[in-house]
Nanobody, 130 residues
Framework: VQLQASGGGLAQPGGSLRLSCVASGRTFSDNALGWFRQAPGKEREFVAAISQTGLIARYVEAAKGRSTISRDNVKNALYLQMNSLKPEDTAVYYC????????????????????????WGQGTLVTVSS
């Protein structure tokens, strides 16, 4: 089972990037999916997550209004559109699949813990700098 993240790179402040993550080896249509990021010297942190059908989407406060998470269950893919990028968005971004199939959660804190996810991509580096 593999999650392959891509789409990172160098962007200017105010610019946009679209991250992609494609899964192979099994389907994740029954699992929530998420994006996390890790900046140098910091712990991995939640960015966004999406439920199995896309009905529920959650974002860290810093990403709200600037990012959109989406998925394509036919392609077994996950996306993160990031706009109005800021230097503090610089980090390695990881896609991940939730460990529980058919798990739905709509309350505060849902899908936000690193330890809820047991499949991880290799990460793609996003650098925001002028």
């Amino acid at each position: 089972v593999q999650l392959q993240a891509s789409g990172g790179g160098l962007a200017q402040p105010g610019g946009s990037l679209r991250l992609s993550c494609v899964a192979s080896g099994r389907t994740f249509s029954d699992n929530a999916l998420g994006w996390f990021r890790q900046a140098p010297g910091k712990e991995r942190e939640f960015v966004a997550a999406i439920s199995q059908t896309g009905l529920i989407a959650r974002y860290v406060e810093a990403a709200k209004g600037r990012s959109t998470i989406s998925r394509d269950n036919v392609k077994n893919a996950l996306y993160l559109q990031m706009n109005s990028l800021k230097p503090e968005d610089t980090a390695v971004y990881y896609c991940a699949a939730h460990s529980r199939r058919d798990y739905y959660c709509a309350g505060d804190g849902c899908y936000e813990r690193v330890d809820e996810y047991n499949y991880w991509g290799q990460g793609t580096l996003v650098t925001v700098s002028s």
